[in-house]
């Protein structure tokens, strides 16, 4: 049965989820494990020194590359093998190369890594060369992994007469499981009463919904925010347990604001990036360009028969100016990243005279975004 009251306050209520759905939403739904990462559970670098043999007359110039001799010579007496006094070597399947892996948290003895080869001679393909074993060091100087194997490189090229055709690159490749995990680093995950969550950007707002949704979850006091950067949060100390509670604790949904509109653009090539956060106030823009042509036709001045001159050949240089029309267009005010993107595309810019017009509407005021120049 419906009252009287109830008819009267129906369309209210539907009123009121029409305006509500209309409103901009400005959290957006996220995971711990996406904004934070715990503290001293990092990758580590590794690099080596080492040699690449088997390649098809394409290694190194031992004349320009000095050290690949000498590199050589050190190994083959590691075999046993001592070259007469004053021998020079001079062979071209042979480079010398950096070896260079990324050692895993919680990487131990036996597992596989995968390497990169990069060729620090003259080298003119690594295709089909076999990476001699190679000690790779961490920062500390200490052997963590051992790496050897056939390199796999992504690119192909021929040159023959002068003539030169090459795709991607030949001086660097890749092996797959090309390294072993000799020696583990220790982490601190089960030091201590706590972890510590380091935040991937440095927010106060993130920190805070980090701290609040570990607190809502495992109760109040777990977690506190040290700073824009560091949570602290309180741990079990069995190993088990803490496993199973950080397991939780990377998967609990957090609610974060809206970030700061920001532009990043990479004056090197061009590249124009925004966030959603990005908005245009109402403005007018002209933009036109303006190039200059120079060219130079060789021309032979002949003297007459008889005259004692001499033929001579002078240069006749013509240059012209234009400059294109930039009508002025109106850019409509854009609330959304998609009306700002809109607006930009009427412009029919490049993305080099983006960079121009941006640095303007900034200057302008009509901009509401951080310029970031990379």
């Known amino acids: 049965m419906q009252t009287p009251l109830t008819s009267l306050l129906k369309p209210l209520i539907w009123l009121a989820l029409a305006l509500a759905s209309t409103l901009p939403v400005q959290v957006q739904a996220a995971r711990i494990k996406e904004v934070a990462s715990v503290a001293g559970v990092r990758s580590n670098p590794l690099t ?131 390294a072993s995990v000799e020696r583990s680093v220790p982490t601190p995950l089960q030091m201590g009463d706590s972890i510590q969550l380091d935040l991937n950007a440095s927010d106060y707002a993130t920190a805070r919904a980090v701290a609040q949704a570990v607190n809502r979850a495992k109760g109040a006091g777990v977690a506190q925010a040290v700073d824009g950067r560091v949570v602290r949060v309180k741990a079990p100390s069995n190993p088990d347990e803490r496993v199973s509670f950080l397991a939780d604790l990377e998967n609990l949904p957090l609610e974060l604001a809206v970030p700061a509109a920001r532009i990043v653009i990479n004056a090197r090539t061009g590249s124009v990036v925004m966030n959603q956060a990005v908005t245009l106030k109402a403005c007018a823009v002209a933009h036109g360009s303006l ?48 009306d700002v993107v809109k607006a930009l595309n009427a412009l029919g810019a490049t993305p080099q005279d983006l960079l121009a017009i941006l640095q303007a509407m900034k200057t302008a005021g009509a901009l509401s975004a951080e310029l970031e120049v990379i």
């Open 48 to 178: 080596g020194y080492g040699l690449v043999v088997g390649l098809d007359g394409t290694g190194d110039q031992t004349t320009q590359a000095p050290f690949t001799g000498q590199s050589l010579q050190a190994m083959l007496q590691q075999f046993g093998v001592i070259l007469p006094q004053g021998m020079t070597m001079q062979p071209r399947n042979i480079a010398a190369v950096m070896v260079t892996a990324q050692l895993p948290p919680f990487a131990q003895p036996g597992q596989q890594l995968d390497i990169a080869v990069s060729s620090i001679g003259n080298a003119k393909s690594l295709r089909g060369g076999t990476l001699i074993a190679t000690p790779l060091r961490g920062a500390d100087g200490q052997v963590y992994a051992l790496a050897q194997g056939n390199l796999i490189v992504g690119g192909a090229g021929a040159s023959a007469g002068g003539s030169k055709v090459q795709i991607n690159h030949l001086s660097a490749g890749r092996i797959p499981s090309g």
């Open 291 to 338: 190039s200059v042509t120079i060219s130079t036709t060789p021309t032979v001045s002949q003297p007459g028969p008889l005259s004692g001159g001499q033929t001579t050949v002078t240069e006749k240089s013509d240059i012209s100016i234009r400059q294109e029309p930039g009508s002025l267009i109106q850019m409509p005010e854009g609330a959304k990243l998609s």
